[in-house]
Nanobody, 114 residues
Framework: QVQLVESGGGLVQPGGSLRLSCAASRSIFSTNNLGWYRQAPGKERAWVASDIRGGNTFYSDSVKGRFTFSRDNAKNTVYLQMYNLKLEDTAVYYC????????WGQGTQVTVSS
């Protein structure tokens, strides 16, 4: 069974940085586009960033220029480096394929607060 395990979240002040990681239980990365998604309190889950099998990357307008998507196929891990975090980035962050095809993991909480 494929599992997605996100980690790296935490509490950070506005303007701070965090790096999220997502590990999979199987080697899905080499054959799938992958993405990061987030769900803010009271809102639906939304796409944040994704790639095309380790090639081009794409970002939502709200994070473009602040977040960087990357992957390490050897480690079956994708990352989301987040800079200049804003209050509105507070959410539970998830990874999945892009488009979504796998069960959701538990996510990792990112809280931006002063």
């Amino acid at each position: 069974q494929v599992q997605l395990v996100e980690s790296g979240g935490g509490l950070v002040q506005p303007g701070g940085s965090l790096r999220l990681s997502c590990a999979a239980s199987r080697s899905i990365f080499s054959t799938n586009n992958l993405g990061w998604y987030r769900q803010a309190p009271g809102k639906e889950r939304a796409w944040v960033a994704s790639d095309i099998r380790g090639g081009n990357t794409f970002y939502s307008d709200s994070v473009k220029g602040r977040f960087t998507f990357s992957r390490d196929n050897a480690k079956n891990t994708v990352y989301l480096q987040m800079y200049n975090l804003k209050l509105e980035d507070t959410a539970v962050y998830y990874c999945n394929t892009a488009p979504v095809t796998l069960p959701w993991g538990q996510g990792t909480q990112v809280t931006v607060s002063s």
